[in-house]
Protein backbone atom coordinates (compact mmCIF):
# COMPACT_ATOMS: atom_id res chain seq x y z
CA UNK A 1 0.00 0.00 0.00
CA UNK A 2 2.84 2.35 0.69
CA UNK A 3 3.81 2.40 -2.88
CA UNK A 4 0.29 3.27 -4.22
CA UNK A 5 0.66 6.27 -1.68
CA UNK A 6 3.94 7.01 -2.65
CA UNK A 7 2.23 7.44 -6.32
CA UNK A 8 -0.70 9.05 -5.54
CA UNK A 9 1.11 11.70 -3.02
CA UNK A 10 3.48 12.71 -6.67
CA UNK A 11 0.22 13.71 -8.21
CA UNK A 12 -0.27 17.95 -8.04
CA UNK A 13 -2.80 19.46 -9.24
CA UNK A 14 -2.06 21.19 -12.98
CA UNK A 15 -0.20 24.22 -13.05
CA UNK A 16 -1.95 27.40 -13.58
CA UNK A 17 0.61 29.79 -15.38
CA UNK A 18 0.42 26.95 -18.09
CA UNK A 19 -3.22 27.02 -18.51
CA UNK A 20 -3.17 30.62 -18.42
CA UNK A 21 -0.65 31.33 -20.98
CA UNK A 22 -2.73 28.82 -22.86
CA UNK A 23 -5.61 30.82 -23.01
CA UNK A 24 -3.90 34.09 -23.85
CA UNK A 25 -2.53 32.07 -26.98
CA UNK A 26 -5.89 30.49 -28.20
CA UNK A 27 -7.78 34.10 -27.30
CA UNK A 28 -4.62 35.54 -29.96
CA UNK A 29 -5.72 33.01 -32.53
CA UNK A 30 -7.77 34.57 -35.73
CA UNK A 31 -11.56 33.81 -34.53
CA UNK A 32 -13.73 35.12 -32.09
CA UNK A 33 -12.86 34.42 -28.29
CA UNK A 34 -14.38 31.01 -27.14
CA UNK A 35 -15.73 30.42 -30.77
CA UNK A 36 -15.22 26.84 -31.06
CA UNK A 37 -16.13 25.93 -27.38
CA UNK A 38 -15.28 23.00 -25.51
CA UNK A 39 -12.71 22.30 -28.30
CA UNK A 40 -10.79 25.60 -26.87
CA UNK A 41 -10.86 24.32 -22.86
CA UNK A 42 -9.88 20.49 -24.73
CA UNK A 43 -6.59 22.28 -25.66
CA UNK A 44 -6.10 24.23 -23.03
CA UNK A 45 -6.53 21.15 -20.62
CA UNK A 46 -4.21 19.09 -23.03
CA UNK A 47 -0.82 21.27 -22.77
CA UNK A 48 -1.72 22.06 -18.96
CA UNK A 49 -1.25 18.66 -17.99
CA UNK A 50 1.73 18.09 -20.28
CA UNK A 51 3.15 20.73 -18.17
CA UNK A 52 4.07 22.83 -21.69
CA UNK A 53 2.02 25.10 -23.89
CA UNK A 54 4.15 23.89 -26.80
CA UNK A 55 2.85 20.13 -26.47
CA UNK A 56 1.45 18.33 -29.08
CA UNK A 57 0.02 14.68 -29.25
CA UNK A 58 2.51 12.52 -30.10
CA UNK A 59 2.07 8.65 -29.40
CA UNK A 60 -0.91 7.74 -28.53
CA UNK A 61 -2.41 4.14 -26.68
CA UNK A 62 -5.51 2.67 -25.87
CA UNK A 63 -5.31 -0.21 -23.40
CA UNK A 64 -8.16 -3.29 -23.33
CA UNK A 65 -7.98 -5.05 -19.82
CA UNK A 66 -9.20 -8.22 -20.09
CA UNK A 67 -10.12 -10.21 -17.17
CA UNK A 68 -13.38 -13.12 -16.04
CA UNK A 69 -15.85 -12.58 -13.31
CA UNK A 70 -17.07 -14.87 -11.14
CA UNK A 71 -20.20 -13.64 -11.17
CA UNK A 72 -21.42 -14.90 -14.66
CA UNK A 73 -21.92 -18.01 -12.30
CA UNK A 74 -25.23 -16.01 -11.25
CA UNK A 75 -26.81 -15.95 -15.08
CA UNK A 76 -25.76 -12.18 -15.41
CA UNK A 77 -24.51 -11.94 -18.80
CA UNK A 78 -26.68 -13.29 -22.24
CA UNK A 79 -23.01 -14.22 -23.28
CA UNK A 80 -21.00 -17.10 -21.90
CA UNK A 81 -17.79 -16.57 -20.30
CA UNK A 82 -15.67 -18.05 -23.37
CA UNK A 83 -16.49 -15.13 -24.92
CA UNK A 84 -13.86 -12.98 -23.17
CA UNK A 85 -10.63 -15.24 -24.21
CA UNK A 86 -12.37 -15.11 -27.80
CA UNK A 87 -12.66 -11.50 -27.95
CA UNK A 88 -8.97 -11.14 -27.25
CA UNK A 89 -7.93 -13.19 -30.17
CA UNK A 90 -10.04 -10.78 -32.23
CA UNK A 91 -8.64 -7.61 -30.71
CA UNK A 92 -5.32 -8.99 -31.40
CA UNK A 93 -6.15 -10.32 -35.18
CA UNK A 94 -7.49 -6.72 -35.43
CA UNK A 95 -11.13 -7.79 -36.19
CA UNK A 96 -12.78 -5.93 -32.95
CA UNK A 97 -14.31 -2.50 -33.25
CA UNK A 98 -11.57 -1.09 -30.98
CA UNK A 99 -9.14 -2.18 -33.34
CA UNK A 100 -10.56 -0.71 -35.91
CA UNK A 101 -11.24 2.83 -35.01
CA UNK A 102 -7.36 2.56 -33.04
CA UNK A 103 -6.19 2.27 -36.56
CA UNK A 104 -8.49 5.07 -37.58
CA UNK A 105 -7.41 7.88 -35.18
CA UNK A 106 -3.44 6.31 -35.55
CA UNK A 107 -3.48 4.66 -31.46
CA UNK A 108 -1.48 1.60 -31.05
CA UNK A 109 -3.95 -0.95 -28.95
CA UNK A 110 -2.77 -3.25 -26.81
CA UNK A 111 -4.68 -5.68 -24.46
CA UNK A 112 -3.37 -6.89 -21.15
CA UNK A 113 -4.41 -10.22 -20.28
CA UNK A 114 -4.82 -9.02 -16.21
CA UNK A 115 -6.77 -12.01 -15.12
CA UNK A 116 -8.71 -13.51 -18.03
CA UNK A 117 -9.42 -17.29 -16.94
CA UNK A 118 -6.95 -18.85 -20.27
CA UNK A 119 -3.60 -19.04 -21.07
CA UNK A 120 -2.68 -17.08 -23.84
CA UNK A 121 0.54 -17.38 -25.88
CA UNK A 122 2.86 -14.06 -26.30
CA UNK A 123 2.38 -12.52 -29.07
CA UNK A 124 2.34 -8.82 -30.40
CA UNK A 125 0.04 -6.01 -28.82
CA UNK A 126 -0.85 -8.42 -25.64
CA UNK A 127 0.79 -7.81 -22.24
CA UNK A 128 0.74 -11.42 -20.36
CA UNK A 129 0.14 -9.99 -16.33
CA UNK A 130 -1.99 -12.19 -14.77
CA UNK A 131 -3.45 -10.96 -11.30
CA UNK A 132 -5.72 -14.41 -11.14
CA UNK A 133 -7.43 -16.27 -13.47
CA UNK A 134 -10.70 -14.02 -12.71
CA UNK A 135 -12.26 -13.05 -9.77
CA UNK A 136 -14.61 -15.13 -7.38
CA UNK A 137 -18.61 -14.90 -7.40
CA UNK A 138 -18.59 -11.88 -5.26
CA UNK A 139 -22.62 -12.77 -4.35
CA UNK A 140 -20.92 -15.56 -3.00
CA UNK A 141 -17.77 -13.76 -1.00
CA UNK A 142 -15.50 -10.97 -2.02
CA UNK A 143 -14.43 -10.78 -5.63
CA UNK A 144 -10.84 -11.15 -4.95
CA UNK A 145 -8.34 -10.55 -2.13
CA UNK A 146 -7.56 -7.13 -0.92
CA UNK A 147 -3.58 -7.94 -2.14
CA UNK A 148 -5.36 -9.22 -5.11
CA UNK A 149 -6.98 -5.93 -5.91
CA UNK A 150 -3.88 -3.85 -5.20
CA UNK A 151 -1.92 -5.90 -7.41
CA UNK A 152 -4.17 -5.48 -9.97
CA UNK A 153 -4.11 -0.63 -9.61
CA UNK A 154 -0.02 -1.62 -9.91
CA UNK A 155 -0.36 -3.48 -12.60
CA UNK A 156 -1.79 -0.60 -14.37
CA UNK A 157 0.21 1.89 -13.11
CA UNK A 158 3.11 -0.09 -14.10
CA UNK A 159 1.49 -0.12 -17.95
CA UNK A 160 1.50 3.45 -17.64
CA UNK A 161 5.09 3.92 -16.49
CA UNK A 162 6.07 1.61 -19.19
CA UNK A 163 4.54 3.27 -21.98
CA UNK A 164 5.63 6.96 -20.44
CA UNK A 165 9.32 6.03 -20.58
CA UNK A 166 8.52 5.45 -24.31
CA UNK A 167 7.13 8.50 -25.24
CA UNK A 168 3.74 7.88 -25.41
CA UNK A 169 1.81 11.32 -24.93
CA UNK A 170 -2.22 10.20 -24.75
CA UNK A 171 -3.42 7.03 -23.40
CA UNK A 172 -7.02 5.72 -23.76
CA UNK A 173 -8.59 2.77 -21.27
CA UNK A 174 -10.82 -0.11 -22.81
CA UNK A 175 -11.93 -3.45 -21.63
CA UNK A 176 -13.10 -6.31 -22.08
CA UNK A 177 -15.07 -9.35 -19.44
CA UNK A 178 -17.85 -11.16 -19.69
CA UNK A 179 -20.04 -9.83 -16.49
CA UNK A 180 -17.81 -6.45 -16.08
CA UNK A 181 -20.93 -4.31 -16.24
CA UNK A 182 -22.10 -5.64 -13.11
CA UNK A 183 -18.95 -5.49 -10.86
CA UNK A 184 -19.19 -1.76 -12.69
CA UNK A 185 -23.19 -1.70 -11.02
CA UNK A 186 -21.75 -2.75 -7.74
CA UNK A 187 -18.94 -0.21 -7.74
CA UNK A 188 -21.56 2.68 -8.41
CA UNK A 189 -24.11 1.07 -6.24
CA UNK A 190 -21.76 1.66 -3.35
CA UNK A 191 -19.58 4.82 -4.29
CA UNK A 192 -23.37 6.20 -5.11
CA UNK A 193 -25.06 4.61 -2.27
CA UNK A 194 -27.77 4.35 -4.64
CA UNK A 195 -30.11 1.27 -4.90
CA UNK A 196 -28.73 -1.34 -7.31
CA UNK A 197 -32.32 -1.33 -9.55
CA UNK A 198 -31.12 2.16 -10.38
CA UNK A 199 -27.96 1.59 -11.31
CA UNK A 200 -28.25 -2.03 -13.60
CA UNK A 201 -28.41 -2.08 -17.31
CA UNK A 202 -28.96 -4.29 -19.61
CA UNK A 203 -25.22 -4.77 -20.62
CA UNK A 204 -24.37 -7.63 -22.80
CA UNK A 205 -28.13 -7.59 -23.97
CA UNK A 206 -30.05 -9.19 -20.92
CA UNK A 207 -33.53 -9.20 -21.17
CA UNK A 208 -35.87 -8.14 -18.51
CA UNK A 209 -35.31 -11.12 -16.21
CA UNK A 210 -31.99 -10.83 -16.37
CA UNK A 211 -31.99 -7.24 -15.42
CA UNK A 212 -33.86 -7.90 -12.13
CA UNK A 213 -31.54 -10.92 -11.80
CA UNK A 214 -28.43 -8.59 -11.74
CA UNK A 215 -30.00 -6.06 -9.27
CA UNK A 216 -30.59 -8.94 -6.89
CA UNK A 217 -27.05 -10.21 -7.16
CA UNK A 218 -25.68 -6.69 -6.35
CA UNK A 219 -28.00 -6.62 -3.71
CA UNK A 220 -26.96 -9.67 -1.91
CA UNK A 221 -23.24 -8.95 -2.87
CA UNK A 222 -23.10 -5.93 -0.64
CA UNK A 223 -25.65 -7.40 2.03
CA UNK A 224 -22.93 -10.45 2.24
CA UNK A 225 -19.56 -8.17 1.79
CA UNK A 226 -19.88 -4.86 3.68
CA UNK A 227 -18.12 -2.68 1.19
CA UNK A 228 -17.17 0.67 2.61
CA UNK A 229 -17.08 3.75 0.49
CA UNK A 230 -14.31 5.27 2.44
CA UNK A 231 -12.68 2.47 1.37
CA UNK A 232 -12.45 2.75 -2.62
CA UNK A 233 -9.70 -0.19 -2.70
CA UNK A 234 -11.82 -2.82 -0.25
CA UNK A 235 -14.98 -1.90 -2.52
CA UNK A 236 -12.80 -2.70 -5.76
CA UNK A 237 -11.68 -5.94 -3.63
CA UNK A 238 -15.37 -6.86 -2.94
CA UNK A 239 -17.40 -6.20 -5.54
CA UNK A 240 -15.21 -5.20 -8.39
CA UNK A 241 -12.87 -6.82 -11.11
CA UNK A 242 -9.56 -6.82 -12.09
CA UNK A 243 -9.85 -5.12 -15.22
CA UNK A 244 -11.45 -2.17 -13.18
CA UNK A 245 -8.65 -2.22 -10.80
CA UNK A 246 -5.81 -2.24 -13.83
CA UNK A 247 -8.06 0.85 -15.29
CA UNK A 248 -7.99 2.21 -12.08
CA UNK A 249 -3.96 2.26 -12.03
CA UNK A 250 -3.60 3.32 -15.08
CA UNK A 251 -5.44 6.22 -14.61
CA UNK A 252 -3.19 6.67 -11.69
CA UNK A 253 -0.01 5.91 -13.63
CA UNK A 254 -0.79 8.64 -16.33
CA UNK A 255 -1.74 11.40 -14.13
CA UNK A 256 2.06 10.80 -12.24
CA UNK A 257 3.81 11.23 -15.86
CA UNK A 258 1.83 13.63 -16.75
CA UNK A 259 -0.25 12.29 -19.40
CA UNK A 260 -3.90 12.82 -20.26
CA UNK A 261 -5.86 9.52 -20.30
CA UNK A 262 -9.48 9.04 -22.36
CA UNK A 263 -12.00 7.51 -20.08
CA UNK A 264 -14.12 5.42 -22.31
CA UNK A 265 -17.46 4.08 -20.91
CA UNK A 266 -19.25 3.04 -18.18
CA UNK A 267 -16.60 0.15 -16.85
CA UNK A 268 -13.71 2.43 -17.09
CA UNK A 269 -15.39 5.21 -15.93
CA UNK A 270 -15.92 2.65 -12.74
CA UNK A 271 -11.68 2.06 -12.84
CA UNK A 272 -11.88 6.53 -12.58
CA UNK A 273 -14.13 6.46 -10.15
CA UNK A 274 -11.92 3.92 -7.71
CA UNK A 275 -9.18 6.39 -8.70
CA UNK A 276 -10.14 9.73 -8.47
CA UNK A 277 -11.82 8.64 -4.69
CA UNK A 278 -8.35 7.39 -3.85
CA UNK A 279 -6.61 10.93 -5.32
CA UNK A 280 -9.38 13.79 -6.25
CA UNK A 281 -6.93 15.96 -8.36
CA UNK A 282 -6.74 12.94 -11.00
CA UNK A 283 -10.03 14.40 -12.28
CA UNK A 284 -7.49 16.58 -13.66
CA UNK A 285 -5.57 15.03 -15.83
CA UNK A 286 -8.84 13.12 -17.74
CA UNK A 287 -10.69 13.13 -20.76
CA UNK A 288 -14.49 11.41 -20.38
CA UNK A 289 -14.79 10.58 -23.75
CA UNK A 290 -18.75 9.65 -24.13
CA UNK A 291 -21.81 8.89 -22.41
CA UNK A 292 -22.43 5.31 -23.01
CA UNK A 293 -26.00 4.47 -23.13
CA UNK A 294 -25.48 1.69 -20.15
CA UNK A 295 -27.91 3.27 -17.36
CA UNK A 296 -25.24 3.67 -14.44
CA UNK A 297 -23.20 5.56 -16.63
CA UNK A 298 -24.76 9.28 -16.45
CA UNK A 299 -24.85 8.99 -12.44
CA UNK A 300 -21.00 8.12 -13.13
CA UNK A 301 -20.37 11.07 -14.58
CA UNK A 302 -22.36 13.37 -12.21
CA UNK A 303 -20.81 11.69 -9.20
CA UNK A 304 -17.45 12.97 -10.66
CA UNK A 305 -18.90 16.14 -12.36
CA UNK A 306 -17.86 15.53 -15.67
CA UNK A 307 -19.54 16.11 -18.86
CA UNK A 308 -18.09 13.66 -21.77
CA UNK A 309 -17.03 14.71 -25.30
CA UNK A 310 -19.15 12.48 -27.39
CA UNK A 311 -23.30 11.44 -27.07
CA UNK A 312 -23.74 8.54 -29.43
CA UNK A 313 -25.65 6.06 -27.67
CA UNK A 314 -22.81 3.86 -27.79
CA UNK A 315 -22.19 1.12 -25.07
CA UNK A 316 -19.85 -1.41 -26.24
CA UNK A 317 -16.71 -0.51 -24.59
CA UNK A 318 -13.87 -2.04 -25.77
CA UNK A 319 -12.09 1.72 -25.66
CA UNK A 320 -14.08 2.31 -29.17
CA UNK A 321 -15.71 5.90 -27.05
CA UNK A 322 -11.88 6.52 -26.16
CA UNK A 323 -10.43 6.08 -29.81
CA UNK A 324 -12.99 8.64 -31.10
CA UNK A 325 -12.09 11.02 -28.35
CA UNK A 326 -8.78 10.98 -28.95
CA UNK A 327 -9.64 12.10 -32.47
CA UNK A 328 -11.22 14.67 -31.16
CA UNK A 329 -8.16 16.24 -28.81
CA UNK A 330 -5.24 16.00 -30.85
CA UNK A 331 -7.40 17.98 -33.63
CA UNK A 332 -8.70 20.35 -31.07
CA UNK A 333 -4.14 20.52 -29.84
CA UNK A 334 -3.40 20.99 -33.65
CA UNK A 335 -5.89 23.59 -33.91
CA UNK A 336 -4.31 25.16 -31.15
CA UNK A 337 -0.87 25.29 -32.83
CA UNK A 338 -1.54 25.47 -36.21
CA UNK A 339 -3.88 28.42 -36.42
CA UNK A 340 -2.55 31.65 -37.23
CA UNK A 341 -2.73 34.47 -35.09
CA UNK A 342 -4.11 38.23 -35.45
CA UNK A 343 -1.01 39.49 -36.38
CA UNK A 344 0.49 37.02 -38.01
CA UNK A 345 -2.67 36.67 -40.81
CA UNK A 346 -3.47 40.78 -40.83
CA UNK A 347 -6.72 40.02 -39.04
CA UNK A 348 -7.86 42.97 -36.84
CA UNK A 349 -9.34 41.95 -33.90
CA UNK A 350 -12.96 42.67 -32.42
CA UNK A 351 -13.61 46.76 -31.83
CA UNK A 352 -13.03 47.52 -27.84
CA UNK A 353 -15.72 49.20 -26.66
Same mark, same amino acid.
Given at each position: ????????????? /???????? =?????????? !?????????????? %????????????????????? @??????????? =?? !? $???????? %??? +????? @????????????????????????? *????????????????????????????????????????? %?? $????????????? #????????????????? *? !?????????????????????????? #?????????????? &?????????????? /?? #????????????????????????????????? %? &????? /????????????? +?????? /????????????????????????????????????????? #???
Amino acid at each position: MKELRDVLDGIKP /LEQNVLDE =AKRKIDNLTK !PPGSLGRLEEIARR %YVGIRGSVTATVGKKCIFVFA @ADHGVTEEGVS =AY !P $RSVTPQMV %YNM +LNGGA @AVSVLSRHVGSECVVVDIGVDHDFE *PAKGLIIDKVARGTRNFAAGPAMSREEALQAVKTGIDVAMG %YA $RRGFTLFGTGEMG #IGNTTASSAILSVMGNL *P !PEKVVGRGTGVDDAGLLRKAEVIDRA #IVRNGPDIRDPIGV &LATVGGLEIGGIAG /LV #IGGAARRIPVVVDGFISTAGALIATALKPAISD %Y &LFYSH /LSAETGHAAMLDM +LGQTPL /LALGMRLGEGTGAALAMSLIEGAVKTMHGMATFEAAAVDKA #IEE
